[in-house]
Protein backbone atom coordinates (compact mmCIF):
# COMPACT_ATOMS: atom_id res chain seq x y z
CA UNK A 1 0.00 0.00 0.00
CA UNK A 2 0.88 3.57 -0.08
CA UNK A 3 3.24 5.04 2.13
CA UNK A 4 3.62 8.53 3.77
CA UNK A 5 6.41 9.16 6.11
CA UNK A 6 7.90 12.34 7.76
CA UNK A 7 11.53 12.53 8.48
CA UNK A 8 11.58 14.31 11.68
CA UNK A 9 9.10 13.11 14.63
CA UNK A 10 9.65 16.04 16.26
CA UNK A 11 11.24 19.62 15.53
CA UNK A 12 11.80 22.87 17.88
CA UNK A 13 12.58 26.12 16.46
CA UNK A 14 13.16 29.67 18.30
CA UNK A 15 9.97 32.51 17.58
CA UNK A 16 10.78 34.76 14.80
CA UNK A 17 12.49 31.73 12.74
CA UNK A 18 11.54 29.82 9.67
CA UNK A 19 10.64 26.42 9.52
CA UNK A 20 10.63 23.59 7.61
CA UNK A 21 8.99 20.11 8.09
CA UNK A 22 9.69 17.47 5.33
CA UNK A 23 7.78 14.92 4.46
CA UNK A 24 8.30 11.58 2.13
CA UNK A 25 5.87 9.40 -0.36
CA UNK A 26 6.11 5.95 -1.93
CA UNK A 27 3.11 5.96 -4.68
CA UNK A 28 4.27 8.28 -7.75
CA UNK A 29 0.70 7.85 -8.92
CA UNK A 30 0.17 10.65 -6.48
CA UNK A 31 -0.82 14.06 -8.01
CA UNK A 32 -2.47 15.91 -4.72
CA UNK A 33 -0.53 16.91 -1.60
CA UNK A 34 -1.98 18.80 1.11
CA UNK A 35 0.01 20.02 4.85
CA UNK A 36 -2.75 20.08 7.31
CA UNK A 37 -1.57 21.45 11.26
CA UNK A 38 -3.59 19.53 14.06
CA UNK A 39 -4.11 21.32 17.17
CA UNK A 40 -4.24 19.15 20.40
CA UNK A 41 -7.99 17.58 20.60
CA UNK A 42 -8.68 19.01 17.52
CA UNK A 43 -9.22 18.03 13.68
CA UNK A 44 -6.77 18.14 11.04
CA UNK A 45 -6.80 21.92 9.93
CA UNK A 46 -5.99 23.02 5.86
CA UNK A 47 -3.03 24.32 5.63
CA UNK A 48 -1.82 24.42 1.82
CA UNK A 49 -2.04 22.16 -1.24
CA UNK A 50 -0.19 21.30 -4.47
CA UNK A 51 -0.99 19.27 -7.30
CA UNK A 52 1.90 17.48 -9.15
CA UNK A 53 1.80 19.89 -11.82
CA UNK A 54 3.29 22.47 -9.71
CA UNK A 55 7.00 22.01 -8.16
CA UNK A 56 6.11 24.84 -5.31
CA UNK A 57 3.56 27.38 -4.47
CA UNK A 58 3.05 29.63 -1.28
CA UNK A 59 0.34 30.81 0.32
CA UNK A 60 0.28 33.25 3.79
CA UNK A 61 3.70 32.50 5.71
CA UNK A 62 3.61 28.86 4.21
CA UNK A 63 5.50 27.69 0.92
CA UNK A 64 5.33 24.23 0.00
CA UNK A 65 7.67 22.24 -2.60
CA UNK A 66 7.23 19.43 -3.90
CA UNK A 67 10.01 17.48 -5.79
CA UNK A 68 8.82 14.22 -7.95
CA UNK A 69 11.75 12.93 -8.82
CA UNK A 70 12.37 12.23 -5.16
CA UNK A 71 9.01 11.91 -4.00
CA UNK A 72 9.47 14.58 -1.28
CA UNK A 73 7.43 16.71 0.30
CA UNK A 74 8.23 19.91 2.34
CA UNK A 75 6.39 23.29 4.06
CA UNK A 76 8.37 26.01 4.72
CA UNK A 77 6.56 28.55 7.42
CA UNK A 78 8.02 31.93 7.38
CA UNK A 79 8.42 34.02 11.14
CA UNK A 80 7.36 30.57 12.94
CA UNK A 81 4.95 31.83 15.68
CA UNK A 82 3.91 29.98 18.99
CA UNK A 83 0.71 29.77 17.33
CA UNK A 84 1.82 27.38 14.78
CA UNK A 85 3.30 24.74 17.33
CA UNK A 86 0.96 21.61 16.42
CA UNK A 87 1.68 18.48 14.59
CA UNK A 88 1.53 18.84 10.61
CA UNK A 89 1.02 16.10 8.53
CA UNK A 90 1.46 16.04 4.62
CA UNK A 91 -1.38 13.75 2.84
CA UNK A 92 -1.24 12.54 -0.66
CA UNK A 93 -3.52 11.01 -2.92
CA UNK A 94 -4.26 9.41 -6.20
CA UNK A 95 -7.61 9.64 -6.53
CA UNK A 96 -10.34 9.43 -3.64
CA UNK A 97 -9.19 8.46 -0.30
CA UNK A 98 -5.93 10.39 1.67
CA UNK A 99 -2.94 8.76 2.97
CA UNK A 100 -1.23 10.97 5.52
CA UNK A 101 2.04 10.64 7.66
CA UNK A 102 2.47 9.93 10.79
CA UNK A 103 3.07 14.15 11.95
CA UNK A 104 5.55 15.89 12.69
CA UNK A 105 5.44 17.83 15.88
CA UNK A 106 6.92 21.42 15.76
CA UNK A 107 7.37 23.33 19.05
CA UNK A 108 8.01 26.95 18.71
CA UNK A 109 9.86 28.40 21.71
CA UNK A 110 8.92 32.19 22.53
CA UNK B 1 -16.65 30.37 7.76
CA UNK B 2 -18.57 27.00 7.21
CA UNK B 3 -17.92 23.64 9.19
CA UNK B 4 -18.15 20.48 10.01
CA UNK B 5 -19.82 19.30 13.00
CA UNK B 6 -19.19 16.21 14.88
CA UNK B 7 -21.08 15.09 17.86
CA UNK B 8 -20.95 13.73 20.71
CA UNK B 9 -17.18 15.42 21.16
CA UNK B 10 -16.84 12.32 23.35
CA UNK B 11 -18.15 9.02 23.74
CA UNK B 12 -17.53 6.32 26.61
CA UNK B 13 -19.41 2.82 25.41
CA UNK B 14 -18.60 -0.24 26.62
CA UNK B 15 -17.47 -3.24 24.57
CA UNK B 16 -19.92 -5.13 22.59
CA UNK B 17 -22.05 -1.76 22.55
CA UNK B 18 -22.94 -0.35 19.46
CA UNK B 19 -22.23 3.70 18.93
CA UNK B 20 -23.59 5.99 16.37
CA UNK B 21 -21.17 8.99 15.47
CA UNK B 22 -22.98 11.73 14.17
CA UNK B 23 -21.63 14.26 11.54
CA UNK B 24 -23.15 17.50 9.67
CA UNK B 25 -21.00 18.25 6.93
CA UNK B 26 -20.55 21.46 5.07
CA UNK B 27 -24.51 22.11 3.77
CA UNK B 28 -23.04 22.34 -0.13
CA UNK B 29 -20.94 20.00 -0.04
CA UNK B 30 -21.29 16.73 -1.53
CA UNK B 31 -18.85 14.35 -0.94
CA UNK B 32 -18.38 12.76 2.78
CA UNK B 33 -15.84 10.70 4.65
CA UNK B 34 -14.90 9.25 7.83
CA UNK B 35 -11.26 9.01 8.84
CA UNK B 36 -9.91 7.50 12.41
CA UNK B 37 -6.93 8.50 14.18
CA UNK B 38 -5.60 6.05 17.32
CA UNK B 39 -3.95 8.12 19.97
CA UNK B 40 -0.43 9.10 19.02
CA UNK B 41 -0.50 7.25 15.06
CA UNK B 42 -1.39 8.45 12.08
CA UNK B 43 -5.25 9.64 10.67
CA UNK B 44 -6.52 6.20 8.54
CA UNK B 45 -9.29 6.47 5.99
CA UNK B 46 -12.00 4.71 6.30
CA UNK B 47 -14.98 5.23 3.45
CA UNK B 48 -16.08 8.07 1.32
CA UNK B 49 -19.60 8.44 0.30
CA UNK B 50 -20.97 10.05 -2.94
CA UNK B 51 -24.51 9.97 -4.04
CA UNK B 52 -26.57 8.18 -1.14
CA UNK B 53 -23.69 5.42 -1.86
CA UNK B 54 -19.98 4.16 -0.29
CA UNK B 55 -17.59 4.99 -2.85
CA UNK B 56 -14.43 3.97 -1.90
CA UNK B 57 -13.83 2.23 1.45
CA UNK B 58 -10.65 0.69 3.43
CA UNK B 59 -9.76 -2.88 4.95
CA UNK B 60 -10.52 -1.10 8.56
CA UNK B 61 -14.04 -0.77 7.47
CA UNK B 62 -15.43 -3.87 7.56
CA UNK B 63 -19.04 -5.60 8.23
CA UNK B 64 -19.18 -3.89 11.94
CA UNK B 65 -18.79 -0.35 10.49
CA UNK B 66 -21.45 1.35 8.45
CA UNK B 67 -22.30 4.90 7.30
CA UNK B 68 -25.80 6.50 6.49
CA UNK B 69 -27.22 9.72 5.27
CA UNK B 70 -30.15 9.49 6.79
CA UNK B 71 -31.66 13.05 5.74
CA UNK B 72 -30.15 16.14 4.26
CA UNK B 73 -27.90 17.56 6.45
CA UNK B 74 -26.83 14.55 8.84
CA UNK B 75 -23.77 11.80 8.22
CA UNK B 76 -23.39 9.05 10.52
CA UNK B 77 -21.17 6.17 11.28
CA UNK B 78 -22.34 2.96 13.26
CA UNK B 79 -19.87 0.62 14.83
CA UNK B 80 -21.84 -2.33 15.83
CA UNK B 81 -20.06 -4.64 18.81
CA UNK B 82 -17.38 -2.25 19.61
CA UNK B 83 -13.90 -3.60 20.83
CA UNK B 84 -11.50 -1.89 22.59
CA UNK B 85 -9.06 -0.97 19.77
CA UNK B 86 -12.00 0.79 18.37
CA UNK B 87 -10.71 3.49 20.69
CA UNK B 88 -9.99 6.21 18.58
CA UNK B 89 -10.72 10.06 17.79
CA UNK B 90 -13.14 9.49 14.58
CA UNK B 91 -13.10 12.28 12.31
CA UNK B 92 -15.79 13.06 9.38
CA UNK B 93 -14.44 15.26 6.42
CA UNK B 94 -16.60 16.68 3.44
CA UNK B 95 -15.55 18.85 0.62
CA UNK B 96 -17.72 19.79 -2.74
CA UNK B 97 -15.00 18.84 -5.09
CA UNK B 98 -13.69 15.05 -4.80
CA UNK B 99 -10.27 16.61 -6.34
CA UNK B 100 -9.58 19.12 -3.76
CA UNK B 101 -9.15 18.61 0.56
CA UNK B 102 -11.28 18.23 2.99
CA UNK B 103 -12.94 20.52 5.42
CA UNK B 104 -12.42 18.25 8.99
CA UNK B 105 -14.85 18.44 11.89
CA UNK B 106 -13.37 18.43 15.67
CA UNK B 107 -13.91 14.44 15.97
CA UNK B 108 -15.67 12.34 18.10
CA UNK B 109 -12.99 10.72 20.86
CA UNK B 110 -14.36 7.01 21.26
CA UNK B 111 -13.42 5.60 24.07
CA UNK B 112 -14.75 1.55 24.74
CA UNK B 113 -14.38 -0.09 28.02
Request: some cysteine; hydrophobic content about 30%.
Amino acid sequence: GESVGLHLPTLSVQEGDNSIINCAYSNSASDYFIWYKQESGKGPQFIIDIRSNMDKRQGQRVTVLLNKTVKHLSLQIAATQPGDSAVYFCAETAGNQFYFGTGTSLTVIP
Amino acid sequence: EPEVTQTPSHQVTQMGQEVILRCVPISNHLYFYWYRQILGQKVEFLVSFYNNEISEKSEIFDDQFSVERPDGSNFTLKIRSTKLEDSAMYFCASNSDQGNGYTFGSGTRLTVV
